[in-house]
C-alpha cells in the first residue's frame, strides 16, 4: 500500500491522543521508510532506477530487511522502545508496534511480494504488485474509504467539527494516492507522454518516492490538527 497505510495513523492518533501524530504516521510508514534507507546503502536495491520508466507492475525490489517477516520483530521492538522513551508510555509503545504490524498485514493483502527471509524461503504475502495490480489497487482503495469514513465518524461522535476544506483537504490525499497508482499501474510516464530517455538528475526513483512519502507524512501532520481553526485561515 501508499496512502492507505495512513489512514491507520489517524485512528490511532484519534483513539490515542496522548500520542503524537507525527509518531504514528512514521510508525504506519516505517518499512517503507526502511526500505529507502536500504536502497541507499545497498542493501535492497530497487529497479527500474528511473521513475519515469518504473510502474507498480514492473518494480522488483528483495525486500529482506525492510518486509521480511523475521525483521518485523526487530522493527517491532524498536518502535515499542521509540514510543515508550518518547512519551514515557507503554501503551503509546506498543500501539507504535501495532501499526508497524498493521503494515506487515496490509501488505499482505496489497503491496511487493514477502518472504519469512529472504527471496528463497516462502513468500509470506500475495504480493498483486507483481500478479495484479489493478485488484491491490482496489483492496486499498476500499481499505482507505472504510477506515477514513469510521475516521469521520468518530470525530462527528466526539463532537469534532471540521470545515469542509479541511476534510477535503484530507480525503484528496488519499484521492492523490489512489489516482497516482492507478496512472502508474501498468504503464510508466515515459509510455504514457511518450518521453524520451534522459537524465537531468532528479528523476531518480528512490528520491523521488521518498520525497512523496515525507511530502504526505508533513501534509497529513499539517492538515489533521487543523479542524479546530476557523474555515478563514485556510
Known sequence: MLAGHYTTALIVNQKFPKGSLLYFLIASQLQDLLWFTFHIVGLEPTK??????????????????????????????????????????????VVGAALVAGHFILDFFSGHPHHVFGAETPEVALGLYATNVYVAIAIEAVFSIFILSYFFKQEAQRGVQRTSKNKASIIGLFVFGIVFMLSIATTSFRQLLHIPDFNLGFNSNIPTLIATYLGMILYLNYFVPKFHLDENDF
Do not use: E
Open 48 to 93: 527500474p532506477s528511473d521513475v519515469l520508466d518504473t510502474t507498480l507492475s514492473n518494480m522488483t525490489v528483495d525486500m529482506l530487511y525492510s518486509h521480511d517477516l523475521l525483521p518485523q520483530i526487530f522493527w517491532l521492538l524498536f518502535i515499542f522502545l521509540v514510543g515508550k522513551i518518547l512519551f514515557k508510555s507503554t501503551k503509546i509503545g
